[in-house]
């Protein structure tokens, strides 16, 4: 019943630093999604891949990288971290247009 | 571009009283919407998804109303409980193959005991 992990769950990094987080779903779903979630911004897609071998840009996704390794697994990828990059960030899978998404618990990041 | 608002943002209410969240959104050529309830510091949990040929979906003590035509969802939580405490959120899909979600800004609801 493992669903959607996401590793880390917790990160500090310095600025201009690299890091991956890591995401992997077990539900065989077609659709993956990276958001980030800000005070008072809400969730904002960065990144999505509507199927195994494709990615697509959502509305913030200046600053990071995405690879969707194969079905299971989709990463994202800050190449130098910035401040502004501060955020919980989440993964969620599901298949489009006919099951419930579900969410990863997320990961804190902090860079300083 | 698919916009969803949620009205209001945060909710006060004694236990025992029923809870009516309301979602709107922008573009009513969407294939389903989707409910979603978060904890502090946690992750979402899918609490109901109704699909465009619904009007109503129903879980225990949750009941959500899709009208595609007046753009609105509303979930509906009967006979509250502190433990229901939580910020709700709703999801539209969006994009042209709507394989995109997007969010509402949540409502905060606090259960007073």
């Known amino acids: 019943n493992a669903g959607v992990t996401q590793t880390p769950k917790f990160q500090v990094l310095k600025t201009g630093q690299s890091m991956t987080l890591q995401c992997a779903q077990d539900?065989?779903?077609?659709?993956m999604y990276w958001y980030r979630q800000d005070p008072g911004m809400g969730l904002r897609l960065i990144y999505y891949s509507a199927s195994e071998g494709t990615t697509d840009k959502g509305e913030v996704p200046n600053g990071y990288n995405v690879s969707r390794l194969n079905k299971r697994e989709f990463s994202l990828r800050l190449e130098s971290a910035a401040p502004s990059q501060t955020s919980v960030y989440f993964c969620?899978?599901?298949?489009?247009?006919?099951?419930?998404?579900?969410f990863g618990q997320g990961t804190r990041l902090t860079v300083v | 571009k698919q916009e969803v608002t949620q009205i209001p943002a945060a909710l006060s209410v004694p236990e025992g009283e029923n809870l009516v969240l309301n979602c709107s959104f922008t573009?009513?050529?969407?294939?389903?919407l989707q409910w979603f309830r978060q904890d502090p510091g946690k992750g979402l949990t899918s609490l109901l998804l109704?699909?465009?040929?619904?009007r109503e979906q129903t879980s225990g003590r949750l009941n959500a109303s899709l009208d595609k035509s007046s753009g609105r969802s509303t979930l509906y939580i009967a006979a509250s409980q502190p433990g229901d405490s939580a910020t709700y959120l709703c999801?539209?899909?969006?994009?042209?193959?709507?394989?995109?979600?997007?969010f509402g800004g949540g409502t905060r609801v606090l259960v007073k005991p």
């Open positions: 539900m065989n779903h077609n659709s």
């Open positions: 969620a899978s599901n298949n489009v247009r006919n099951t419930e998404a579900f």
């Open positions: 999801a539209a899909p969006s994009g042209a193959a709507g394989n995109k979600l997007t």
């Open positions: 109704i699909q465009s040929s619904q």
């Open positions: 573009d009513s050529a969407i294939y389903n």
